[in-house]
């Protein structure tokens, strides 16, 4: 018999599927994901719940006790049902929500997106199917999704947090295929040996593989694999890759774009490329004092806060170098983790912090003019300051991507792909426990938890702060790199972690 998990497996890749059935176990996938489907869950039997729901349990009566006990409530249409269990000998789903409809009923398959996906598709056709061959056809089929443009009002009060899309008429001929879907899958199952499928995007999608590192060691190896270009590629560059270049030397650059070409022509070449005097001319005319400035935040999918919507960024954190036209370099930050939203306290400390003139150094400003201007909206009163913190942002990463690369970036320029080439003294590698931007927000999300004790929130506050810091130092850095100067950088790594 197969599961809804194991066919939407095999409609992924076969060769994950047969892994799953006959390979090691897999090591976890990521598990704030896992949590966060977890949680969209409890909130979809606090919304879609009422005084008479009932949650069907087969983790400890057994699917044979799930089903006759589905099969009962069925026959009566009377109330809402979490987890009912559907399926033959064949197949065998638990539907999210069933509940009662006018003429019929309807399942509700709900998921942590802010959308319909086609995957999601698959697996409410997959549920439906089991549906039927239970011998209860649902009348609506609906995905219930994440309804990004509501505002929570606070007071526990959730009932606005999905949106619900009805998807009957779409998965009509999916459920139809489900029984080929089935016997396919089974004969994957029964094969000797795994099917022969290299790595690609589907490794990814619509879920990360976790066979991926064994399946790409297995992988034929490349030299200057096409997967370090950046970007998308071009169709007549896919078409290539289908047809089997897996080295960027099988590409040539009509098929790629200038970024693409150049990243190639680096690593044939096997050689950094450093502009030194365009990237001085660059930074040359951003004002002192210099704020070089990073946020972190938390987008927790069900919100936290009165006023807040789901999957908003929400900062938590900033950490501040001030670089004087003297060169006296200081440090500032501001984190907020007594479990109270922290935006209109860090609005504040923002605006303290950068103080009102000298440019406001990021790296990718995108992300940090994106949360000012939210904030600036929800803080009508502090929207002059805050906007005009926004106006003297500068970035650093055009710079980097215009002036520099090296092979060992692999087509990212990301700061963390950058500062090991550029400057290899400040290291990340170094700090303990929070280590990248999502280590960051399990962090945080742990330490404003109820159940968090005290020794444990003041070791991650640690981290945050320690990390935090390390990437407004790692900017002054890389700026002292491109300005060429030589005291700044020298003070910059005088301030970082020490083995
Ligand atoms: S890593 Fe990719 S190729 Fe390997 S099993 Fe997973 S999806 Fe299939």
Known sequence: MLTKSQLMSWRQCPKRLWLETHGDPAPPTDSSKLQRGETVGRMARVVFGDGDAVTIDRRSAGRRSALDQTATEMAS?????????????????????????ADGWELLEVKDAGSVKTHH??????????????????????????DTDWTYPGGDDYRGLFAIAEVTDDVGALVASVGDWVA???????????????????????????FYEACAAQDPTATHPIQWLPGALSKAAKELVEAGAREMEDLPDEVLNETQSRVKAQTLAGVARFDEAEAA??????????????????????????????????????????????????????????GNDPSRRFAEALIAACRSEGAVVVYNAGFERGRIKDLAQRYEALAPQLEAIAARLVDLQPVAKARYYHPDQRGSWSIKKVLPCLVPELRYDLLDGVKEGGMAIEAYLKLIHPNCSPERKATLEAQ??????LDTLAMVALWARFAANRAVLSAALNAAPRP
């Open 464 to 469: 945050l702060r320690r990390y935090c810091h």
């Open 184 to 210: 396919e899958a089974k004969a994957t199952i029964a094969l000797p040996t795994a099917p022969a499928r290299p790595t690609g995007p589907h490794c990814d999608t619509p879920y990360p593989c976790a």
């Open 121 to 146: 598709l698959d697996d409410v056709a997959i549920q439906a199917a089991a549906a039927q061959r239970s011998g209860f056809a649902p009348k609506r089929i609906c995905i219930t999704h994440v």
């Open 281 to 338: 001319a660059d930074v040359a005319d951003w004002t002192a004092p210099l704020h070089f400035l990073d946020f972190e935040t938390a987008n927790p999918v069900v919100p936290l806060w009165a006023g807040t919507r789901p999957y908003a960024q929400i900062p938590f954190q900033f950490s501040l170098h001030l670089l004087e036209a003297d060169g006296t370099l200081a440090h500032t930050e501001c984190l907020l983790t007594d």
């Open 77 to 101: 249409l009377g109330r809402t049902l979490f987890e009912a269990a559907f399926g033959d000998d064949d197949l065998a789903a638990y539907a999210d929500v069933v509940r009662p409809a």
